[in-house]
């Protein structure tokens, strides 16, 4: 087995880590494969849209989710006029000692990189609070959202905030299906 193999072996788990696996399910029901609608709101009001997909899986023992996200999969955008896409990578780990989750978003194609924090809601959805710390977007407040949550589909939006939460302006938007299979 050469190196890649056995980090690739040791970055992957099977499933959760069993003491804390009720409460890693939080993130833990999104491994697998999704198709995505994606829904770029510019602050001009123009909205874009883009095809994408998103890969989540559990890593580090099962003590968290690890996804992929891609906006315009390779094949489409290689082959397109306009080569606007990106891919990018979120880490999600659950820490008991504040039953809450650490999360760490990395877009090197946008050169986004932050960390966020993230809670279930009573009603159902999933909210993570970050703000940009490297990027065009330094200093900007943001706040991700998981909602519409079943075995099947999800819906995910991205809001963000320039003036230190005192107004929000809707940035993204994606609707998720489960791949068959996924």
Known sequence: MDDYDAMLRLLTADGPYRPYADKLMLFGRFVGSWDLDIF???ADGTRREFGGEWHFDWVLEGRGIQDVLIVRPRGERDNAPDPEGSIGSTMR????????WWVSWMGPDDGE?????ARPERDG????DGQWSVGQKEGSRFEWSFSDITDRSFRWQGRISAD??????LAEEMDARRRAGG
């Open 113 to 117: 990189f932050s960390t966020l924090f």
């Open 164 to 169: 230190g939460g005192a107004s929000w302006r």
């Open 40 to 42: 770029v709101h510019q």
């Open 125 to 128: 959805r999933i909210v993570l």
């Open 93 to 100: 780990v659950y820490d008991p000692r504040m039953d809450g």
